[in-house]
T-cell receptor, first 113, second 115 residues
Framework: NAGVTQTPKFQVLKTGQSMTLQCAQD?????MYWYRQDPGMGLRLIYY???????DKGEVPNGYNVSRLNKREFSLRLESAAPSQTSVYFC????????????FGQGTRLTVV | DQQVKQNSPSLSVQEGRISILNCDYT??????FLWYKKYPAEGPTFLIS?????DKNEDGRFTVFLNKSAKHLSLHIVPSQPGDSAVYFC??????????????FGDGTTLTVKP
């Protein structure tokens, strides 16, 4: 049982490059989320998807786009990376009988130079 | 304005003693609170939660206390073990939101348990 799987684990981008972070969950959860964590700070919500086919902005959506490809997969795209987007990105999901906790992936450490 | 605050960035305790991690919130609409634990290079994992209708929830060595009037919650770990050394995040969810993942997080407290 893999839970929430994120790829890649590490990535270095040059300013202006684009990339997509992939996330998949195998728990049949309806809701999925993308967070970023900066040093010494908590997790801040970028985008979330309450169910397949819907997405909504979180606290810090600027510079990002998302796609809820199907119930399992939720991707995060950086169209033109900036150094301010250097961070650790976490995908999470919640749902099922107990929609009372989130399950997180291992994170993607992104550096934009 | 930070709605969930963990004012102690770090805490160091001796193995076997009690660890107390604190969290304050400002939004009266928060009614469900969670603690997550995070090891380096891993994602956060759920530890324990409490609903606003309770003032205490216990799970083994972990107990969370909620004081609604003071908008304060605390996590007690008794006895503390070296494997408890991690970053602990407090998170809060408002009454109208049933998506537990759409929480507001504090900045975390790094707990170090010394053998």
């Amino acid at each position: 049982n893999a839970g929430v799987t994120q790829t890649p684990k590490f990535q270095v981008l040059k300013t202006g490059q684009s990339m997509t972070l992939q996330c998949a969950q195998d728990m049949n959860h309806n809701s999925m989320y993308w967070y970023r964590q900066d040093p010494g700070m908590g997790l801040r919500l970028i985008y979330y998807s309450a169910s397949e086919g819907t997405t909504d902005k979180g606290e810090v959506p600027n510079g990002y786009n998302v796609s809820r490809l199907n119930k399992r997969e939720f991707s995060l795209r950086l169209e033109s990376a900036a150094p301010s987007q250097t961070s650790v990105y976490f995908c999470a999901s919640s749902g099922g009988r107990r929609n009372t906790e989130a399950f997180f992936g291992q994170g993607t450490r992104l550096t934009v130079v | 304005d930070q709605q969930v605050k963990q004012n102690s960035p770090s805490l160091s305790v001796q193995e076997g003693r009690i660890s107390i991690l604190n969290c304050d919130y400002t939004n009266s609409m928060f009614d469900y609170f969670l603690w997550y634990k995070k090891y380096p290079a891993e994602g956060p994992t759920f530890l324990i939660s409490i609903s606003s209708i309770k003032d205490k929830n216990e799970d083994g060595r972990f107990t969370v206390f909620l004081n609604k009037s003071a908008k304060h919650l605390s996590l007690h770990i008794v006895p503390s073990q070296p494997g408890d050394s991690a970053v602990y995040f407090c998170a809060a969810t408002p009454v109208f939101n049933t998506n537990a993942g759409k929480s507001t997080f504090g900045d975390g407290t790094t707990l170090t348990v010394k053998p």
